[in-house]
C-alpha cells in the first residue's frame, strides 16, 4: 500500500507504528526477564537449560532477522508484519498448556522468530514515513516505545509473577499481542508492491538475483560496517544486562539493580528524545563521540563499589551512552543505502544488535571467574573505548559524518514540519 511521503514527521500512521512496537516489545521483554525463573520452578529445568528458554527467542529473533530484509521485499512490508504480528498471538496462547520442557523451548524459538520478523519489518517501515531531513530524530521517537518497554515489561513480570502466578503474565502477552495485531493492520507503511518470482512482469534481473542466493542477500554490506559499532556496543551492554542484578546481590545491595534500572530508563528517554535532533542538525561526529565516551565512563564506574551515588551516575552515563547510540547507528545504517534495500539495512542493524546483546553474556560468563565482576565492567569500559577508534574507520572521516544530514538531502530540514 503506497503511502505518500511528507514533510510532517508525526502523523498518524507513525504514531500507530510507534503504538505496534511497544506492544511487541513489551512483550518480549517482560517474557526473556519472567522465562529462565519459569522454566526453573515449573520444569526443574537446571541453570543453563533455564538460562536457554531465556535467550532461544534472541536466537530465533537472529535467525528470521536474517531472511526479513529479503523476505519484505518479496511479499511486501504490511503482508509480512500482519502474519508476524498474527504468529506472535497464537504463540503467546501456546505457552499456557505447554507441557514439556522441549514444547517450551521450541515455543521460545519460534516466538522469536516471530518477533524479529515483525519488528525489522516494522522499523523498515517506519523509515519510509520519516521524512528525510528528520530521520535521526524520527529513529530515536520511534526508539521510545522500546525504551519504554524495556521498563514497563520488567515491571509487569515482577507484579504478574507474584505467588508464581505465570499464566497471568501469559495472558496479558496474548492481550498485548492482540492489541499489537489490532494497531498493526491500520498501520499503513509505505514501499514497492511486493514482486512475485512468478510475475512475468517482474524484470528479470529481479527474478535471477531471487534465484541464487548470496552473502548479499542477508546482510546489507553498505550498511555492515557501521553496523559493527552496534555489535561491540551491544557486547559491552549485554554485561549490564545479564550481570548487574548478579554483582549488586553480591555485595548485599539488591535493591541498586532496580535503582540503576529505574534511572537508565529515565537517561535513555531523555537521550532518544534529544540526540536525533542534535544528529540531524549538527551531523553524526557530535552526538557518536560524546556518546560512546560516556558509556565508557558509565561502564567504568560500575567496577567501583555499587553506593547509591556510584549507581546513579553509572544509570545516567549508560543511559545517555547507550541508549543514544542505538537510534543514531541505525539513522546511518539507513542513510547509507538507497530505498529500495532499507529493509535488509534494517535487519543488518537488529541482527549484529542481537548477536552482541544475546551472545555476550556467553563469552562475558566464561571469563567472569577470571576477572570478577569490577574487572569486567572496567574490560568492557576499555572495549567501549576502542570502539571509537573503529566508529572513525568506519564512518567518522567521511565527509557526510561531519555535516547534518540537510546538507545532502537538498538543504530541506528548515522546511520540514515537526
Known sequence: MAVEQTNTLWTKDFILALVTNFFITMVHYLLIVSMALYAGERFEASDSVAGLASSSFIIGSVVARLFAGRLMEVVGRKRMLIVSLAACTILSCLYIPSGSLGLLLTLRLLHGMAFGAGNTTLAAGV???????????????????????????????????????????????????????????????????PVLASSPSAPAPSRMGRRRLSLTSFVEKDALPISVVTLLGGFAYSGIVAFLTSYTREQGRDSMAALFFLVYAIAVLVARLVVGRIQDRRGDNIVMYPMLLIFAVGLALLAFQPGVLTIMFAAVCSGLGFGGLMPSVQAMAVKAVPEARIGLAISTFYVLLDVGVGFGPVLLGAFLPLTGFAGMYAALSASVVLTIGVYLLVHGRKPEARRPVGAHVGGAAAGVKL
Do not use: D, E
Request: proline share 6%; hydrophobic share 45%.
Open 127 to 193: 523509515q519510509g514515513l520519516i521524512p528525510p531531513a528528520r530521520r535521526s530524530a524520527g529513529t530515536g521517537y520511534f526508539g521510545v516505545a522500546t525504551t519504554s518497554s524495556t521498563a514497563v515489561g520488567p515491571f509487569l513480570a515482577v507484579v504478574l509473577s507474584a505467588g508464581g502466578n505465570y499464566h497471568g503474565i501469559f495472558w496479558f502477552c496474548t492481550a498485548s499481542s492482540i492489541c499489537a495485531l489490532l494497531v498493526g493492520l491500520l498501520v499503513r507503511l509505505p514501499g514497492a508492491s
